[in-house]
């Protein structure tokens, strides 16, 4: 797999990693391919799988009465899951929708389980990935309790820029928790703002 560097540089932020070990990793990774659209994990299902994403941006929404919640975004060189429903076994309360073509290299909960009866650095591993989850979902909740829309928006745009381009603007304002209309009003003052220091450099 040509994925090898991207995984290591990835897996060495949660815990160090030896080349070996990361041999290991990838010798019970399958590679998996899903179309625009396509549905990774479906809520109601049990999740059994945790994919790194090599390419793509994957979506996870619930819905809320007749209207869907995007509730995360997960792009390349990072990990995605309905994790909730991976360590206890419980249906999935989310679903997970590629938005674009998606490519990851998958890791099912059986071949997770193998790998900490192997060895302690493994068993680290799985608690530390879930911790990343757990530190990136209550950044989320935060920032939706204390920032203001605009806030919300600018540190988003900040931390995320290539987002704008690949994902609607319907999926953002929902998982950043404004109305469209507020999304779309922001959006064109940021591109104001931006056109006008570039005629200024000029």
């Given at each position: 797999m040509g994925h090898y560097q991207?995984?290591?540089?990835?897996?060495?932020?949660?815990?160090?990693?030896?080349?070996?070990?990361?041999?290991?990793l990838m010798g019970i990774l399958?590679?998996?391919h899903y179309k625009k659209k396509a549905v990774l994990t479906k809520a109601?299902?049990?999740?059994?799988?945790?994919?790194?994403?090599?390419?793509?941006?994957?979506r996870i929404f619930f819905l809320k009465g007749k209207k869907d919640v995007t509730f995360d975004l997960a792009k390349e060189n990072?990990?995605?899951?309905?994790?909730?429903?991976l360590f206890t076994g419980r249906p999935s309360r989310y679903t997970l929708e590629a938005l674009e073509p998606v490519t990851a290299l998958v890791l099912s909960k059986d071949k997770l389980d193998e790998l900490?009866?192997?060895s302690k650095k493994w068993q680290r591993f799985g608690r530390l990935v879930t911790t990343f989850f757990l530190l990136r979902q209550e950044r989320g909740?935060?920032?939706?309790?204390?920032?203001?829309?605009?806030e919300r928006f600018v540190s988003f745009v900040q931390n995320n820029p290539e987002f704008i381009q690949r994902v609607s603007?319907?999926?953002?304002a929902s998982y950043l928790g404004i109305k469209p209309e507020t999304f779309t009003?922001?959006?064109?003052?940021?591109?104001?703002?931006?056109?006008?220091?570039?005629?200024?450099?000029?």
């Open positions: 991207p995984l290591k540089n990835f897996i060495q932020q949660i815990v160090a990693i030896s080349d070996e070990e990361l041999q290991e399958q590679e998996k109601g299902e049990v999740e059994s799988n945790l994919y790194f994403l090599t390419k793509g941006v994957v990072t990990i995605t899951s309905s994790t909730n429903s900490y009866t192997r909740i935060l920032e939706r309790a204390m920032f203001t829309p605009r603007q319907k999926h953002l009003r922001m959006k064109r003052h940021l591109m104001h703002k931006k056109n006008s220091k570039n005629n200024h450099n000029d």
